[in-house]
């Protein structure tokens, strides 16, 4: 039987079609690949095949790591953009190493790194984004003991379509608009139903929690973590009074760090106020 | 016996050197054949420099299939498939 194998860019084939000759059926091979394997690699001798550890090229800095940091950052794709406040990224002994960006994409990247100059890593990058022809590199800093992540940038394109991300390892900020319903109240028989809102986290310990349909209730504070996805907040100004104080809690979650849930109450100018939220 | 397994890795060293293409890729797809269907999991290709192809179908079941290649373009080879059993190319 003839046909082609087509083996693209060479590092992994992408479609194998063989039949027998005209009027015979009996023969046939009919095989899409989708991607490099991710099992024990049948054959040892692809030197670009990331998953065999033991050829020339294999990274001779044998790293072994997952580390979920939190940070800034900014993801590029497809004309849209979005902040990064978490990458996930995972180093195989077997060269490979794998970034997932929570509540942003469902894909991972996955690329192959290269030997360490001092602390950072160089990476090639071959699969992504659920793109058949991936191609990229990037930089990874990592600390003095190799097993967390300082900042990391990722570039290149996913079939022809460019993509950069970047990401600078830090304290926990949060920046998001957010759709639900909950109630906002100042004083008595003041009661709003609100539909969405914007929450702000910043990396100095300061909030701002606003109402953005339904109310524009404007709350700003300080906040602290208590622990993971629990954000204790106080309150320490309502835009347009004079002197509010009170405190409230803010719910994340913990995997991607989106707003789940707030409530927020106290005193502002001698009246109550409250302002609670969940998430849709 | 040390001079042969010096000759041995020398030889598989250059088998490596001059390979075409040779990789383990995931995906689906089938493999007809008299004694019934395979489904794929898992092709592996080895495509050498003396126009050879080694092509390992995993699966329902596990295939080794052997053959030639004679023209490659833009990462597109002409392969002639032959069954492992019998060494002939099914018509």
Known sequence: MTGQIDVGNGTYVRRINVASAEGNFRWNISFVGTRESTGNP??????????????????????????????????????????????????????????????????????????????????????????????????????????????????????????????????????????????????????????????????????????TDGSNLHVNGTWTEDRAGVITLSVTDIRGRRVSYGRGTLNLDTRTDQVRSFSLSGTTDGESFFFDFTVR | MKKLLVLAAALAASALSFGQHASTTDGSGTYQNPDGNVSIRRATVILNENRQLQLTLEGSRRVSLFGTWSRSENGRYEVSVKTAQNNSTPR
């Open chain 1, 42 to 211: 049948t054959n040892p001798t692809n030197p670009t095949n990331p998953t065999n550890p033991n050829l020339p090229g294999a990274p001779i800095d044998v790293l072994r790591f997952t580390d979920a940091p939190r940070g800034n950052g900014d993801w590029q794709y497809l004309g849209s953009r979005a902040s990064l406040n978490r990458v996930t990224v995972d180093a195989q002994r077997d060269g490979r190493i794998s970034f997932e960006f929570p509540g942003i994409s469902r894909f991972k990247i996955v690329a192959r790194y290269s030997r360490l100059r001092g602390d950072t890593l160089p990476v090639e990058i071959y699969e992504g984004f659920g793109a058949r022809d991936v191609r990229g590199t990037g930089v990874v800093s990592l600390t003095r003991d190799h097993t967390k992540v300082l900042r990391l940038t990722l570039n290149g394109t996913a079939d022809g379509q460019r993509f950069n991300i970047s990401f600078i390892q830090g304290r926990l900020a949060i920046n998001q608009n957010v759709q639900g319903s909950g109630t906002a109240e100042v004083g008595r028989n003041n009661r709003q139903r609100v539909y969405a809102a914007q929450v702000i986290l910043d990396q100095q310990g300061l909030f701002t929690i606003r109402g």
